[in-house]
């Protein structure tokens, strides 16, 4: 996980590391397994609710094929 500097503080940079940290984590069961996943966090993160940023993640890991596909 890496939040660059110019996102913000400390306290703003531990925060989004901790939202995303949360989202893959609960979607853990959906990731191909065995994958590193390097996660860059921009400044646009910041204004985003957590369902924002939920839905980004995942368009991200799906765009990638990193989704499991969805069974039935």
């Keep these: ?6 996102v913000g503080n400390a306290v703003v940079r531990n925060r989004m590391r901790r939202l995303v940290k949360e989202i ?19 400044k646009g993160a910041l204004d985003k609710s957590y369902q924002e940023l939920e839905k980004s993640v995942l368009h991200v890991l799906r765009k990638s094929s990193l989704l499991k ?3 039935g």
Excluded: G, T, W, Y
């Design 1 to 6: 996980m890496s939040v660059s500097k110019k």
């Design 24 to 42: 893959v984590r609960h979607h853990q069961h959906e990731i191909v397994e065995h994958m590193d996943l390097i996660f860059i966090v921009r």
């Design 69 to 71: 596909a969805k069974k």
